[in-house]
């Protein structure tokens, strides 16, 4: 749900260029992009740590009045003389990097850093040359945007049933799932006939690139331990930015090449063939709850 923001975000831009690119010009978007940066200096002092961090830093007083506020049973928390909490205390000391290289989850890291690297080149080039490609399909500039808004209400949508379906039979299966639909949705792309079915192939791209890009970044929280999760997906993402920086640049070379619409397509389709293969390689979840 918190990650359906993105989207949402995306198609606020989409409406507001159709309305205002044609007689504003790109400059008063790019004012407005600014002003939600704002917000961050009124949620930020709003937002809790996580009761595992807090519990980490043996704050027990201050885990125990978050998990009443926000109405969740912590088993370690449960004990009021604090036993366990100060256990999995001594257990939860911050991770370094090279945790993520011992035999439980080199495999693991390295399928997830290529995976985010291509899932983020692949939302990064789709989303920022999606419209110039329709348009050199054919489609006028407003449709162009339409479509760009489709892609971001998909995935918006996606998120949401793709969450709910991965708590249920498990987040490898569905991310996997959807990067080899949003691949076979790009190569069919260029040889869509009809508005309709060219809006329901960027649908299901929508919700096989952003929305489960996204998705992939909850499986990474989920597969590490407390102590390893936020190291965990920060570096994978730290990695993944490199490949949000190639996808544009891809699509700018292709453009000055100026290759067959098709292929334009089928580059970034490979990039998700590449990103589901790295999700099927990641080993079964090996996060577990510290024990004694």
């Not at 205390?89 to 090279?98: E, G, H, I, Y």
């Not at 060219?198 to 649908?203: A, E, G, I």
Request: charged share 10%; glycine share 12%.
């Amino acid at each position: 749900m918190i990650y359906t923001g993105y989207s949402l975000g995306g198609i606020l831009v989409a409406l507001l260029a159709i309305a205002w690119l044609p007689t504003h010009g790109w400059r008063w978007l790019f004012g407005l992009g600014a002003l939600p940066l704002l917000l961050v200096l009124v949620a930020g002092p709003s937002l809790p740590e996580s009761i595992d961090f807090l519990i980490a830093r043996k704050r027990f007083d201050e885990a125990r009045s978050l998990a009443r506020a926000l109405g969740i049973r912590h088993a370690w928390l449960e004990n009021e003389r604090g036993g366990d909490a100060v256990r999995i205390a001594k257990k939860s000391a911050p991770a370094p990097v090279r945790s993520l290289f011992d035999r439980s989850f080199i495999h693991a890291t390295l399928a997830f850093w290529l995976a985010m690297f291509m899932g983020l080149l692949l939302l990064y080039g789709l989303s920022t040359w999606l419209p110039q490609l329709m348009r050199k399909a054919g489609y006028p500039l407003g449709s162009s945007l339409a479509l760009l808004m489709t892609l971001n209400l998909a995935a918006a949508l996606g998120s949401l049933s793709g969450g709910a379906l991965a708590d249920r039979i498990g987040s490898k299966r569905v991310v996997s799932v959807l990067y080899l639909l949003a691949a076979a949705s790009l190569c069919a792309l260029p040889f869509a006939h009809g508005v309709v079915l060219t809006y329901v192939l960027v649908s299901i791209a929508g919700v096989g690139t952003i929305g489960n890009t996204m998705l992939l970044g909850a499986y990474i929280t989920q597969y590490y331990p407390p102590h390893s999760r936020a190291t965990g997906i920060g570096w994978a993402l730290g990695i993944g930015r490199f490949g949000a920086i190639a996808g544009p640049l891809i699509g700018g070379v292709l453009a000055q090449w100026d290759v067959v619409l098709a292929w334009n397509f089928f580059v970034f389709a490979a990039a998700g063939l590449l990103a589901a293969i790295a999700v099927l390689m990641v080993p079964g979840n090996r996060a577990r709850p510290i024990r004694d």
